[in-house]
């Protein structure tokens, strides 16, 4: 009896051997940065940020899972490394200011050093997933209730509707030298159109502002001209329903009581800062919200609403909206950000096709407790 289970298990182990192993799927690094930057553009965030692919280990570089995080900390690393991430998607980029040196010294040089010594990748996206359509201040107003929202500041195209920065226009008088045409054509980035009049021709071209002075210059100095050129300088377009912050106009007026218990809900909070308007109280009504996630004065200064929804603003800011009779709600600056993430891994899921296993930090959290 003893033989016969014996060779029972072996028999067994043997058909286990002879299956193919299944590996777990993955994408290559660049694969993956692809879709986060679809998802939320690099052009469309702030000038002064540092976003995108922040370490990258040598090349191939496969990804099995990745970790979102709303800060790296180093605990947040020791959790990256235990559920071994390959890469780390930090919201707020830890790296921002220059380093001349990458040593033990500091927590963000030792957060390089692990890094790169365990093949982690880290990207950031912050301020473009701030301005995205559904990204991190859509998934804010949510919290409000029904309502509408338009950005506070509007994102532009990263590039101009024609080539060049300016048009200029002017009438050529007849006869005029056509060597003109020669000169301004072999100008870096200058595009020119001429039409015929019944006198003299019109000029049309569009040049680079760095070509601006010299275009002008040659242009001026056309004899028998009437009028100077007209110069028009280009905008980039607009991109409908993207930018920073938003103005949220609530289908229904709600008091600022309710405003605040929604709020706590949708951030899963105990606690908020509340600053009451003057003249406000806690039933006073609010149709619209201005909100901007993280810190949010800048973007909200000089909007007029009945309330400013952000994670931190200074004590004369605060100052400065009461006294128009805003009230302000205050959350603390990571806690209008962190939810977001758990949307975030959903969508990555679906876009990753499932190739990689998309985890949520359970370590992160916001720096400052209430005690």
Known sequence: MLLSKRVCFLGQALLLRSRPLTLR??????????????????????????????????????????LLTNDLTEDVMEEALRVQAQL????????????????????????VVRALENRVAIYSPHTAFDASPHGVNDWLAKGLGDCSTVPLT??????FPTPGSHRL???????????????LESLRGVRITVQPLSSGSRLSLTCPRKALVEVVRLLSAVSGLRAGPEIVELQKPPIPQTGMGRLCT????????????????????????????????????????????GSGASILRGVEADLFLTGEMSHHEVLDAVAVGTSVVLCEHSNT?????????????????????????????????VV
């Open 154 to 159: 509007i994102s532009v195209g990263d590039s």
């Open 337 to 369: 950000e962190r939810g977001f993430l758990t949307e975030l891994r959903d969508v990555l899921t679906q876009h990753l096709q499932s190739q990689v296993t998309v985890l949520v930090s359970a370590v992160d959290k916001d720096p400052l407790q």
């Open 169 to 183: 226009e002017v009438t050529l008088p007849e006869g005029f030298d056509v060597s003109l045409l020669t000169e």
């Open 250 to 293: 609530l289908r229904e007026k709600v008091s600022v009581a309710t405003l605040v218990e929604r709020v706590k809900g949708h951030l899963k909070l105990a606690h908020v800062r509340l600053a009451l308007g003057t003249r406000k109280t806690l039933d006073s009504p609010v149709a619209s919200v201005a909100l901007c996630a």
């Open 25 to 66: 799927s993955h994408m290559e690094l660049a694969g993956v940065v692809s879709v986060l930057e679809r998802l939320a553009p690099l052009a469309l965030a702030e000038s002064w940020d540092n976003v995108g692919l922040l370490v990258e280990p040598s090349p191939p570089h496969q990804v099995r899972t990745l």
């Open 88 to 111: 780390i998607l930090s919201y707020h980029p830890p790296l921002f200011r220059p380093f001349t040196r990458v040593t033990m010294a500091t927590w963000k040089e030792r957060l």
